[in-house]
């Protein structure tokens, strides 16, 4: 099944090791999946391969809300749309909206279904800290696990390939040492919640501008999740000032969420995203393999990263599985996953180089932060650029679909309730 070599963490060090003719290994730091997930949208391509694994309609019972276009305010005291996912049925696009999940859940529905495949083993508690190479090909990881009495024990996974998923910091990826090209980023993020009342902001995901800063609300399950954008390396600066000041700069942002932000208790509840836009140039020694944002670290804006990280993992399905049975993966079949994925990458990272260009002057100056102004003026000349953006974000120039032999026949499930109300078409504002 294609689940058998991708294991999704947050932060922190861990890898997928194909092991002889088509098992797998899933190693994860963390000893379950309720943490502090920030990327939780799940894009109409990812939808589709969930429908191909079978698991579309167990999917469709976790809690969720959709998302059918983005609009920002025009500056006019107006609005404009500069993303149409409904837009995407003219296309055949099964799923034409994008979905808000917790990514607990996700990954929750995604171990069960491979737990269910006879090779697939799941570590958790396992921290991969370096590579184990013979020589001079990698041959698995090193890792630590914190045994039932507290204490770290040290041990390997030997595999025939190591994909290395563990993240925009992975630690696999320095200790292959490949090279990396970075593009500068005017800003970061801090992300924190606030309680939600009934009925408020259904469907809809909102951006206020401010001088030097703007905000994000997500509506979620019970709460906000509000994204806070400020000039980069200010992070200390922030925290110095303390959690009254904050509270005001939110309240002057979201006043009509100001009754709440008392909810924050300390700086401990804001965390910090230092956001990264990178690429490898190349992403693979022999017997390793990075994919995901160890290979390409993204930019939450609009929120591509996970896509472009499920995509990746298709594809290496897709190109390794018959390397893999048999026993002979080559750094040649390693370099083909690069190349078929580079364009689409290419593409998606320009696009948000453009909306930083865009939003760096005001986030660097303190000037006030409006909306992003070639892609807001594209669309208001070319109603079509709407349709065009919601494609390359939710599908992408290349749609990966899963393999012959990853697919499944729908697996119904009655452990959770069809989305409600919330789970109807919004818009992201």
């Known amino acids: 099944m294609l689940l ?49 694994l079978g698991l579309g309609e167990r ?36 799923h034409p909206y994008v979905t808000i999940v917790p990514q607990w859940d996700l990954l929750d529905l995604l171990a069960g279904a491979a737990a269910a495949e006879p090779t697939f083993r799941l570590r958790q508690g396992v921290t991969a800290t370096s590579l184990v190479r013979e020589h001079g090909r990698v041959v698995g990881v090193r890792h630590r696990t914190t045994t039932g009495t507290g204490e770290p024990a040290d041990g390997e996974i030997r595999a025939d390939l190591t994909v290395a998923c563990d993240g925009r910091d992975s630690v696999l990826r ?27 902001q259904v469907g809809a995901l909102t951006r206020r501008p401010g001088r030097g800063r703007f905000a994000i609300v997500i509506p979620r399950e019970g709460y906000f999740q509000v994204g806070y954008v400020a000039r980069k390396g200010t992070d200390a600066q922030l925290r110095a000032r303390g959690i009254t000041a904050f509270r005001a700069d939110i309240a002057e942002l979201l006043p009509e969420y100001a009754d709440r932000v008392g909810e924050l208790a300390s700086m401990d509840d804001v965390k910090h995203l230092d956001v990264q836009l990178n690429r490898l140039r190349r992403w693979h020694v022999d017997g390793l393999l990075c994919i995901g944002d160890a290979a390409h670290a993204m930019s939450p804006v609009g929120g591509m990263g996970i896509n472009l990280a499920v995509q990746d993992t298709v594809a290496t399905a897709t190109l390794l599985a018959g390397p893999l049975r048999r026993g002979a993966v080559r750094s040649t079949d390693l ?26 002057g005001p986030v660097r100056s303190g000037a006030h932060a409006g909306p992003p102004g070639r892609i807001l003026t594209a669309a208001q000349r070319l109603p079509i650029v709407a349709a065009v953006g919601a494609y390359l974000v939710g599908v992408g120039f290349r749609r990966e679909r899963a393999p012959a032999f990853s697919r499944r026949p729908p697996v119904q499930s009655r452990s959770f309730p069809r989305a409600d109300a919330e789970g109807e078409p919004g818009s992201a504002r």
Do not use: C, N, Y
Request: aromatic share 8%; glycine share 12%.
């Open 59 to 94: 999917f469709a019972r976790l809690p969720q809300s959709r998302v059918t276009d983005v609009v920002l305010p025009d500056g006019r005291g107006g609005t404009q749309r500069i993303g149409d996912f409904a837009a995407l049925r003219r296309w055949g696009v099964r």
């Open 335 to 360: 370099a083909r996953v690069r190349r078929r994925r580079l364009l689409l990458l290419l593409l998606v990272q320009a696009l948000q180089r453009i909306m930083h260009a865009d939003l760096a």
């Open 174 to 200: 320095a200790a292959a040492r490949l090279p990396v090209t970075a593009f500068d980023v005017p800003f970061d993020t801090w992300w924190f919640p606030l309680s939600r009342q009934m009925g408020e």
């Open 4 to 52: 058998r070599r991708w294991r999704s963490r947050r932060d922190g060090a861990g890898a997928a090791a194909g092991q002889g003719r088509g098992g797998g290994h899933g190693a994860g730091k963390h000893g379950d999946f309720l943490h502090d997930f920030r990327g939780d949208t799940v894009h109409p391509a990812t939808l589709d391969l969930l429908d191909d």
